[in-house]
Each structure stands twice: as structure tokens, then as C-alpha cells.
């Protein structure tokens, strides 16, 4: 995002530093180049996805009051404060502005990221013959499951252990290492996004998407979600971070 902008292009030195840069050149403030370039990605302004399935899609295990709360209060909140925050920090004058805003960008910008990933993240369950959701198929992701955890059993147990364990807020998942092509359990606090893994399979902790129905017994929560995992999705998520995408 940092580039020169000179006076006449025959004379523009690379951004590498090789040369000194021309006295046209230095006139102008990398920091006019980056307001300009977050105008223009505001004017991209965020929306709410829509659900791949109706807001009683998921019941029982996840009513139709919670979805529709969750989605269209909860998610759309986020969706309208990241898109306040990146207008402020694309008209920000000063760097002590633009550092005040970035709590705001990643708490409102990583509820946005988390959430759309969620609501792929699920589907009607098979097991109250409303769809797929909650089965595993054979394939790369249930063969490295199996390898990882032993079984999906297994699985279920550690990523719920882990998850009922993050005092307040967070999100539980389950990513692919980068590095080591490995699946993991994660954590992440408030509305982090998961930035060391690919994410696989997120599980929203917050108490927005459970307390209605679950009150405060996230185990409950936890152990009817697997449920309404699409785990055709997060098989299609494992084929991409084996190819190196980060979602």
C-alpha cells in the first residue's frame, strides 16, 4: 500500500530504495496513498451474507429464535460497526486516530469474518431427517481426523473440553497448521479471528448463540452442535488449506 508517486513517470525510482528518490517524488505523503486506497475499499462497504437455510433449518438442536436473533441482531451489528470503523479510519487525519480505530476494526471486523464462516459452518441434521448436517463421509478430513483424535468421537470430546474451558467469550476450532498440515484445536478470545490455522469447523461460544435455549449449560450447547456440523463444508475448507488457502 505504501508507493511513490512522481511528477513524471520516466523518472520514478522503485519502491525497493534502490535509487534516491526524486524531490517530486518525496511531495507526496505515503500516508495520502493509504487514506486514498481505504476510500476506495469503503466504498466496498460489508453486508450481511444471507443463511444458506431457513432460520428453522437447524432445530432442535439450535431454535429458530436464536438463529434469527443471532443473524439478523447480532452478526448485522457487527457488519454495521466494522463498515462505521473502516469510514472513520479512511477519513482519520492523524496516526493516533488511525491506532484508536483498531479495536474497533478487529473486534467488529472479526465478528463479521467468525460469523459468516459459522453459518456455513452448519447444516439441518441428519439425524432429525432435515438434511446432512452431523455426518461425516469418508474422505482426506475423516481419514485425518481419524489419524489426529483416533475418531470423530474423540474429536468431539477434546474440541468440547477445550471450548467449555475459555472463560467468557471466544470461539472454538478446529484449523489446519499451516506448517505442519496437522489438524488442531483452537481457541480464540471475544471476537478474534483464527489467524494461525485454517479454519475447518468454528463453534460460536458466546452466549448470544446458545443461552436462549441452553441457558448456561454450554456443555449442552457443545454436544447438540455436532449435530448440525456441515461437515461437507469443512471438508471442502481441509481440500483448500492442504492447497495453502487461510479462508
Not at 453486508?47 to 443473524?71: D, G, K, V
Not at 438434511?131 to 468431539?156: C, V
Not at 461460544?205 to 457443545?222: C, G, R, S
Request: hydrophobic share 35%.
Amino acid at each position: 500500500m505504501w508507493q511513490t508517486v512522481c511528477a513524471k513517470p520516466a523518472t520514478c525510482n522503485d519502491i525497493k530504495g534502490l535509487h534516491k528518490p526524486s524531490r517530486s517524488s518525496r511531495l507526496v505523503s505515503p500516508i495520502l496513498n493509504l487514506n486514498h486506497n481505504l476510500v476506495e475499499i469503503h466504498k466496498m462497504a460489508h453486508s450481511l451474507p444471507p443463511l444458506p437455510y431457513p432460520y428453522n433449518a437447524l432445530e432442535p438442536y439450535i431454535s429458530e429464535e436464536i438463529m434469527t436473533l443471532h443473524h439478523t441482531k447480532h452478526h448485522q451489528t457487527y457488519v454495521n460497526a466494522l463498515n462505521a470503523a473502516e469510514k472513520s479510519y479512511a477519513s482519520a487525519g492523524t496516526p493516533k486516530e488511525r491506532i484508536a480505530l483498531q479495536a474497533a476494526l478487529k473486534f467488529n471486523g472479526g465478528g463479521h469474518i467468525n460469523h459468516s464462516l459459522f453459518w456455513k459452518n452448519l447444516a439441518p441434521s441428519a439425524a432429525a431427517n432435515k438434511g446432512t448436517g452431523g455426518t461425516l463421509k469418508d474422505g482426506a478430513l475423516k481419514k485425518a481426523i481419524n489419524e489426529t483424535y483416533g475418531s470423530l468421537d474423540n474429536l468431539q470430546k477434546e474440541f468440547n473440553t477445550a471450548t467449555a474451558g475459555i472463560q467468557g467469550s471466544g470461539w472454538g476450532w478446529l484449523g489446519l497448521d499451516p506448517k505442519t498440515k496437522r489438524l488442531e484445536i483452537v481457541t480464540t478470545a471475544n471476537q478474534d479471528p483464527l489467524l494461525t490455522h485454517a479454519p475447518i469447523i468454528g463453534v460460536d461460544i458466546w452466549e448470544h448463540a446458545f443461552y436462549l435455549q441452553y441457558k448456561n449449560v454450554k456443555v449442552d450447547y457443545l454436544h447438540a452442535i455436532w449435530n448440525v456440523i456441515n461437515f461437507e463444508e469443512a471438508e471442502s475448507r481441509y481440500q483448500d488449506a492442504l492447497k495453502g488457502s487461510k479462508l
